[in-house]
């Protein structure tokens, strides 16, 4: 399968800033990459060059099988992170125009265009100006304008925020039926849950380096912080009792809160059953990796020692991700 | 080419049906053509009243006599029907033949005329001998008028007539004068009619002292100045000194103004996609280069817009007033062409301007130097249309961005440049737009997305160099 984005040491500066460094990258066709790191780390930067928008001081890249996205844009889709509207232009009119900048033909585009509205409930929107719309709703008629030419490659930078609960969700919905129809998904975001919820991978940027570049499942088995939460149904039961068993490690108590640190070598669903039966729980769960715990611990622990170190993240994930949870 | 037009399009949609537009060039004219037509009517429709006293103060005894004549009220009568008469001569046929078509016109015409010229003043000369307190004369000036305003009995002015006004003093040939005092605020058409009457007494008294016969010299030296008549090919017409003079100025005014609104515009909407972020959402569907020129292009076809209407005014009005033989259809082209080269360059530099800066204000500075070139030819225009061949006029139409305005001014002045100086001036300012549009291209593609500090030219010239 070809690939829809291929970075190769790409690095762009502005004046003694490097915003982003020596970055390699490859999203294949049909895939949902999410691209997340802190604020400044260089993700519309790189954002910015994929599409052409800006240009990189060193190495190559191609898009869509083009050494250029100017020579592709009209099937790609974007949404910035700085999000605009022509204030005083009606909610329709906009979104024919952009429509027609992406090669659209204008038979049958009005249609097409409440049909878009109508799909994200606002098509009593059409002729309003776009600066009646709330926050929220700018956005969607935002992201109708990246998606109406059914564009192969979507990306979007920092698509959920500002939004309410609910919108979020018809946002992800419709990024997922855009997945499914076969586009190429490439999104920015600094909200891991979102990242989690919908990507196959996940790309991590920080200080314009990529320290992270691994699928979501992979991320799970890799950072696996070997832990157990542990809640027993009598508030007065002793967690010493646990410490001496085969293959747990410590146990730290946080309120009614057990929090079991596992031996690297022992296995979750061993241990469970020996904890269960010593102690009656009211609540068991494996401890899983988030994506916050990899970022936090990227970000506090310095990029330097966590690039391609699996080993140091990892402990990094373990002490990081306890002190977070604390 | 297809994004090209439709960013074209939308920018000139987006900027003729804005209020702003509407008002300011299409609305305003009409308004000001109204105010003109009805304004002046109402201002003059009641003019003050003008009654009182003229006090003259008159050693010589000779010249009392014929103010008081110059100032009865059928003397004031008889001028201002002369005047009436006069403006009517002037009047255009056209407009003549018009106002005496329809029913009632000729009367309103004539009604306006009087109006304007103010009512017949009621005045009282009152002769004071020679040698009475001039101080005592003028003491009932500084009194204020009563809240009635002037009566009968109010003194309005003070003449004091030099005792030499009509005799030389023995041993001189020279003659004396007067002096005049008036109250405060007197009307000056007052103030022009006691000056006309006693400069009319003084001389008809010593023509009479002289032993002349005031009437005789009168129609002796009387030449009426005839109108002349500029002959062509077409036949023979009048000639209109004023408009060889307004003609290149109407033109460039034309071209100064369609071209300042149109890059104003560009600069406005620039700065707005900028400020609103919504530049980004379009560099994502079109390229940087044809985001620019869509927007130029479309705010080229608002300056056209401008242009034709204004220019279609003008030759409605010289149709009007049967004088479009004066104006070379050649030049209207050559309008066309002048407006697209001065236009590119301008609005090149506009769109710099506008992709550079974060809101209009940070725009101003950046703008001063550009408005001050542009003003150039405007402060030269009187100088360059009376001598359209000087070193400096033929400099400056080599030179862009001057080289449109002042190659037109020269076109349109009464000795036009050979036509291969108007054609090389064109292929100068080609070069120019070649260059502005190159310059314009690197400062957009970087500027676009630059924010914060707001940038100097120097750091334009940087970016053009970077880019």
């Given at each position: 399968?070809?690939?829809?984005?291929?970075?190769?040491?790409?690095?762009?500066?502005?004046?003694?800033?490097?915003?982003?460094?020596?970055?390699?990258?490859?999203?294949?066709?049909?895939?949902?990459?999410?691209?997340?790191?802190?604020?400044?780390?260089?993700?519309?930067?790189?954002?910015?060059?994929?599409?052409?928008?800006?240009?990189?001081?060193?190495?190559?890249?191609?898009?869509?099988?083009?050494?250029?996205?100017?020579?592709?844009?009209?099937?790609?889709?974007?949404?910035?992170?700085?999000?605009?509207?022509?204030?005083?232009?009606?909610?329709?009119?906009?979104?024919?125009?952009?429509?027609?900048?992406?090669?659209?033909?204008?038979?049958?585009?009005?249609?097409?265009?409440?049909?878009?509205?109508?799909?994200?409930?606002?098509?009593?929107?059409?002729?309003?100006?776009?600066?009646?719309?709330?926050?929220?709703?700018?956005?969607?008629?935002?992201?109708?304008?990246?998606?109406?030419?059914?564009?192969?490659?979507?990306?979007?930078?920092?698509?959920?925020?500002?939004?309410?609960?609910?919108?979020?969700?018809?946002?992800?919905?419709?990024?997922?039926?855009?997945?499914?129809?076969?586009?190429?998904?490439?999104?920015?975001?600094?909200?891991?849950?979102?990242?989690?919820?919908?990507?196959?991978?996940?790309?991590?940027?920080?200080?314009?380096?990529?320290?992270?570049?691994?699928?979501?499942?992979?991320?799970?088995?890799?950072?696996?912080?070997?832990?157990?939460?542990?809640?027993?149904?009598?508030?007065?039961?002793?967690?010493?009792?646990?410490?001496?068993?085969?293959?747990?490690?410590?146990?730290?108590?946080?309120?009614?809160?057990?929090?079991?640190?596992?031996?690297?070598?022992?296995?979750?669903?061993?241990?469970?059953?020996?904890?269960?039966?010593?102690?009656?729980?009211?609540?068991?769960?494996?401890?899983?990796?988030?994506?916050?715990?990899?970022?936090?611990?990227?970000?506090?622990?310095?990029?330097?020692?966590?690039?391609?170190?699996?080993?140091?993240?990892?402990?990094?994930?373990?002490?990081?991700?306890?002190?977070?949870?604390? | 080419?297809?994004?090209?037009?439709?960013?074209?399009?939308?920018?000139?949609?987006?900027?003729?049906?804005?209020?702003?537009?509407?008002?300011?060039?299409?609305?305003?004219?009409?308004?000001?053509?109204?105010?003109?037509?009805?304004?002046?009517?109402?201002?003059?429709?009641?003019?003050?009243?003008?009654?009182?006293?003229?006090?003259?103060?008159?050693?010589?005894?000779?010249?009392?006599?014929?103010?008081?004549?110059?100032?009865?009220?059928?003397?004031?009568?008889?001028?201002?029907?002369?005047?009436?008469?006069?403006?009517?001569?002037?009047?255009?046929?056209?407009?003549?033949?018009?106002?005496?078509?329809?029913?009632?016109?000729?009367?309103?015409?004539?009604?306006?005329?009087?109006?304007?010229?103010?009512?017949?003043?009621?005045?009282?000369?009152?002769?004071?001998?020679?040698?009475?307190?001039?101080?005592?004369?003028?003491?009932?000036?500084?009194?204020?008028?009563?809240?009635?305003?002037?009566?009968?009995?109010?003194?309005?002015?003070?003449?004091?007539?030099?005792?030499?006004?009509?005799?030389?003093?023995?041993?001189?040939?020279?003659?004396?004068?007067?002096?005049?005092?008036?109250?405060?605020?007197?009307?000056?058409?007052?103030?022009?009619?006691?000056?006309?009457?006693?400069?009319?007494?003084?001389?008809?008294?010593?023509?009479?002292?002289?032993?002349?016969?005031?009437?005789?010299?009168?129609?002796?030296?009387?030449?009426?100045?005839?109108?002349?008549r500029t002959v062509t090919a077409e036949g023979e017409r009048t000639t209109n000194k004023e408009l060889n003079i307004l003609l290149p100025?109407?033109?460039?005014?034309?071209?100064?103004?369609?071209?300042?609104?149109?890059?104003?515009?560009?600069?406005?909407?620039?700065?707005?996609?900028?400020?609103?972020?919504?530049?980004?959402?379009?560099?994502?569907?079109?390229?940087?280069?044809?985001?620019?020129?869509?927007?130029?292009?479309?705010?080229?076809?608002?300056?056209?817009?401008?242009?034709?209407?204004?220019?279609?005014?003008?030759?409605?009005?010289?149709?009007?007033?049967?004088?479009?033989?004066?104006?070379?259809?050649?030049?209207?082209?050559?309008?066309?062409?002048?407006?697209?080269?001065?236009?590119?360059?301008?609005?090149?530099?506009?769109?710099?301007?506008?992709?550079?800066?974060?809101?209009?204000?940070?725009?101003?500075?950046?703008?001063?130097?550009?408005?001050?070139?542009?003003?150039?030819?405007?402060?030269?225009?009187?100088?360059?249309?009376?001598?359209?061949?000087?070193?400096?006029?033929?400099?400056?139409?080599?030179?862009?961005?001057?080289?449109?305005?002042?190659?037109?001014?020269?076109?349109?002045?009464?000795?036009?440049?050979?036509?291969?100086?108007?054609?090389?001036?064109?292929?100068?300012?080609?070069?120019?737009?070649?260059?502005?549009?190159?310059?314009?291209?690197?400062?957009?593609?970087?500027?676009?997305?630059?924010?914060?500090?707001?940038?100097?030219?120097?750091?334009?010239?940087?970016?053009?160099?970077?880019?």
């Open positions: 399968m070809a690939n829809a984005v291929v970075l190769r040491n790409l690095t762009k500066t502005f004046g003694e800033t490097t915003a982003v460094s020596r970055l390699d990258l490859t999203v294949p066709t049909g895939a949902l990459y999410g691209v997340i790191g802190p604020n400044g780390a260089g993700k519309t930067t790189m954002i910015r060059m994929i599409l052409s928008i800006l240009f990189p001081d060193e190495g190559d890249l191609s898009v869509l099988g083009h050494p250029t996205a100017l020579q592709a844009k009209d099937r790609i889709g974007y949404l910035p992170e700085e999000r605009g509207l022509y204030k005083r232009m009606r909610v329709g009119d906009f979104l024919v125009y952009m429509a027609r900048l992406k090669g659209l033909d204008g038979q049958g585009l009005r249609g097409e265009v409440q049909k878009w509205l109508e799909r994200v409930d606002l098509l009593d929107c059409e002729h309003k100006r776009c600066q009646e719309l709330s926050k929220g709703m700018q956005q969607k008629v935002q992201l109708i304008a990246a998606v109406i030419h059914r564009p192969d490659l979507l990306v979007l930078d920092e698509p959920f925020s500002g939004l309410d609960p609910m919108n979020q969700r018809q946002l992800r919905d419709l990024v997922l039926e855009e997945h499914r129809r076969g586009a190429t998904i490439l999104f920015s975001t600094h909200i891991m849950t979102h990242a989690e919820q919908l990507c196959d991978h996940v790309v991590m940027i920080h200080r314009g380096q990529k320290v992270l570049d691994r699928p979501m499942a992979e991320i799970r088995d890799t950072f696996d912080p070997h832990r157990i939460l542990f809640e027993p149904l009598d508030p007065g039961a002793d967690a010493a009792t646990l410490r001496s068993m085969a293959g747990v490690v410590s146990i730290t108590t946080d309120n009614s809160t057990w929090d079991v640190a596992l031996d690297p070598g022992a296995s979750a669903a061993d241990v469970i059953p020996r904890l269960v039966a010593a102690v009656t729980p009211s609540r068991v769960e494996i401890r899983r990796p988030t994506l916050e715990d990899v970022f936090v611990s990227i970000v506090s622990g310095g990029a330097a020692a966590a690039v391609d170190d699996d080993a140091r993240l990892r402990a990094a994930v373990r002490d990081g991700g306890s002190e977070v949870r604390r | 080419m297809k994004k090209i037009r439709s960013v074209a399009g939308r920018e000139f949609m987006a900027t003729v049906t804005t209020k702003g537009f509407v008002f300011g060039i299409l609305i305003a004219p009409l308004l000001i053509g109204l105010l003109i037509a009805t304004v002046p009517r109402y201002l003059t429709k009641a003019p003050p009243k003008i009654e009182g006293q003229v006090v003259v103060i008159d050693p010589t005894g000779a010249v009392t006599e014929g103010l008081t004549a110059y100032l009865t009220p059928e003397r004031f009568a008889e001028r201002r029907q002369k005047t009436s008469l006069e403006i009517e001569k002037a009047t255009p046929e056209v407009i003549r033949s018009r106002t005496s078509a329809v029913p009632g016109a000729r009367t309103a015409v004539k009604q306006s005329i009087d109006d304007a010229l103010g009512s017949v003043p009621r005045l009282q000369v009152v002769a004071l001998p020679g040698g009475s307190d001039q101080e005592a004369a003028k003491a009932p000036l500084k009194v204020p008028l009563p809240d009635h305003g002037a009566g009968p009995d109010t003194r309005l002015a003070v003449i004091i007539v030099d005792a030499d006004a009509v005799r030389p003093a023995d041993g001189r040939d020279t003659y004396g004068t007067y002096e005049l005092f008036v109250r405060d605020k007197l009307d000056d058409r007052l103030v022009d009619d006691l000056h006309a009457g006693m400069r009319d007494a003084i001389v008809a008294s010593r023509l009479q002292v002289a032993g002349f016969d005031g009437g005789r010299i009168r129609v002796l030296t009387s030449v009426p100045r005839p109108d002349s100025a109407a033109f460039m005014i034309l071209l100064l103004v369609s071209v300042m609104t149109s890059g104003q515009y560009l600069l406005t909407s620039t700065v707005e996609e900028k400020s609103n972020r919504v530049v980004e959402v379009l560099l994502s569907a079109v390229s940087p280069m044809e985001l620019m020129t869509g927007k130029i292009l479309g705010q080229m076809a608002v300056g056209l817009l401008v242009l034709a209407l204004y220019a279609g005014l003008g030759v409605l009005a010289l149709v009007s007033f049967a004088t479009l033989g004066l104006v070379d259809p050649f030049l209207l082209v050559f309008l066309l062409i002048f407006f697209v080269l001065a236009y590119f360059i301008f609005a090149s530099m506009m769109a710099a301007i506008g992709s550079a800066v974060n809101e209009m204000r940070e725009a101003q500075s950046l703008m001063t130097p550009i408005m001050m070139i542009l003003m150039v030819p405007w402060m030269l225009w009187l100088p360059l249309s009376r001598e359209p061949n000087s070193l400096l006029a033929i400099v400056l139409s080599f030179v862009p961005p001057f080289s449109s305005f002042v190659m037109l001014l020269r076109m349109t002045s009464v000795s036009p440049p050979p036509m291969w100086q108007a054609w090389a001036s064109v292929a100068v300012g080609a070069v120019g737009v070649y260059g502005a549009l190159w310059f314009a291209a690197k400062v957009f593609k970087v500027g676009l997305l630059m924010y914060g500090k707001p940038p100097t030219f120097g750091t334009l010239i940087k970016w053009a160099r970077m880019s």
